[in-house]
């Protein structure tokens, strides 16, 4: 059973910092990572992947791989209320095409003005 | 676009009734899920399917089956529902298959608010 841990917070920051969501993984194996983010009442979307060791930047959005210590984490640049919502973590092993992806719990994210 | 779409937004169902939550998608994946998630508890693995007729259990099977005829359905059934099967239920697809890589994109569906009474 693969376990994907986040602190479930809820993370509160306020409006322009940087927030910082994280994520653990129990299999040596997982070797591809998302992250999704969750508005209330809404399904999950993907904002971010990764698959190689260090950083990823997209916009707003770096996410940080780092298979020796199996953490993958998510830096919000700038933070918007808008970015207010749930982040799920999920993995999967690489060359894995018919297998399912493993999410963490979440972590709920408050943007105060 | 992909598109991930279920029958319904909101059903209010009856303990003992048989529901048939319903999942269309139109990107010809292989891959196809059921969660439910509940506050606290996250998302949950029903059951899933990675070809047509073909279904895999996932973490909590109990008291549902699914059905995937065609490749671009995919159905979740309460046998006899009962009210602990309250819940928020998410369908998802992916590419998978031979076609497809780990790196493939997830993509879910707007959600099927369940209530049983």
């Known amino acids: 059973q693969k376990e994907v841990e986040q602190n479930s917070g809820p993370l509160s920051v306020p409006e322009g910092a940087i927030a910082s969501l994280n994520c653990t993984y129990s299999d040596r194996v997982s070797q591809s990572f998302f992250w999704y983010r969750q508005y209330s009442g809404k399904s999950p979307e993907l904002i971010m992947s990764i698959y190689s060791n260090g950083d990823k930047e997209d916009g707003r959005f770096t996410a940080q791989l780092n298979k020796a210590s199996q953490y993958v984490s998510l830096l919000i640049r700038d933070s918007q209320p808008s970015d207010s919502a749930t982040y799920l973590c999920a993995v999967i092993n690489r060359g894995s095409t018919l297998g399912r992806l493993y999410f963490g719990r979440g972590t709920q994210l408050t943007v105060w003005p | 676009d992909v598109k991930v779409t279920q029958s319904s937004r909101y059903l209010v169902k009856r303990t003992g009734e048989k529901v048939f939550l319903e999942c269309v998608q139109d990107m010809d994946h292989e891959n196809m899920f059921w969660y439910r998630q509940d506050p606290g508890l996250g998302l949950r693995l029903i059951y899933f399917?990675?070809?047509?007729?073909?279904?895999e259990k996932g973490d909590i099977p109990e008291g549902y089956s699914v059905s995937r005829e065609k490749k671009e359905r995919f159905s979740l059934i309460l046998e006899s529902a009962s009210t602990n099967q309250t819940s928020m239920y998410l369908c998802?697809?992916?590419?998978?298959?031979?076609?497809?890589?780990?790196?493939?994109?997830?993509?879910f569906g707007p959600g099927t608010r369940l209530t049983v009474l």
């Open positions: 998802a697809s992916r590419l998978g298959g031979t076609s497809g890589y780990s790196t493939d994109t997830q993509y």
């Open positions: 399917s990675y070809d047509v007729k073909m279904k």
